[in-house]
């Protein structure tokens, strides 16, 4: 049996055309970082795939168990592809377009921090490999912090989610 301090943890990941060479980067790098990695695509360039989907499949995963698995979707401005993964259940998916529009800003830990965000969406156009591995690092190592008023929030944010799947009125 794999005692909890051995298991790898599991990040998702899945790109478009647009965020194909980051993606594989990414890849790459977070094997080096010892994270279990499942490529959900696109496995080679074609300018003329479509991000649902690559990134569907992220958010189906993250959604089957979003407390304990992690995604990452990449594409032009990471805009779409966040709107796709937020429409699977328990999904929190936050836009990163690198601290050059936020200067001095924590962005990438605050939605650890405070959303609970289990999936990162990478605006590839606006970031360099190195921006991404360092945001990428960032988010995945930065806990939630578990303070109530956070809490209260997301169980919101679900209860709205809930009401809207139901078309009931919130």
Do not use: C
């Not at 995604?71 to 993964?85: P, W």
């Not at 050059?100 to 924590?106: A, E, N």
């Amino acid at each position: 049996m794999v005692s909890s301090k051995t298991k790898k943890e599991i990040v998702h990941i899945g790109a478009d055309h647009a965020g194909y060479y980051l993606k594989e980067a990414l890849v790459d790098y977070l094997k080096k970082l010892h994270y279990e990695v499942v490529d959900h695509g696109a496995h080679f360039f074609d300018e003329y795939d479509d991000y649902p989907d690559f990134v569907g499949p992220v958010g189906k995963a993250v959604s089957d168990r979003p407390s304990v698995v992690k995604g990452i979707v990449i594409g032009g401005s990471g805009q779409g592809e966040a709107m796709v993964a937020n429409q699977f259940p328990g999904v929190r998916a936050v836009v990163f377009y690198g601290n050059k529009f936020l200067k001095g800003s924590d962005i990438i830990k605050l939605s650890r921090e405070h959303n609970d965000a289990n999936v990162l969406s990478l605006g590839a156009r606006f970031l360099t490999t190195g921006e991404a591995k360092r945001a990428v690092k960032t988010w995945l190592t930065t806990p939630f912090s578990g303070e109530y008023k956070h809490l209260r929030r997301i169980k919101k944010i679900e209860k709205v989610l809930r009401e809207v799947r139901l078309k009931k009125n919130f």
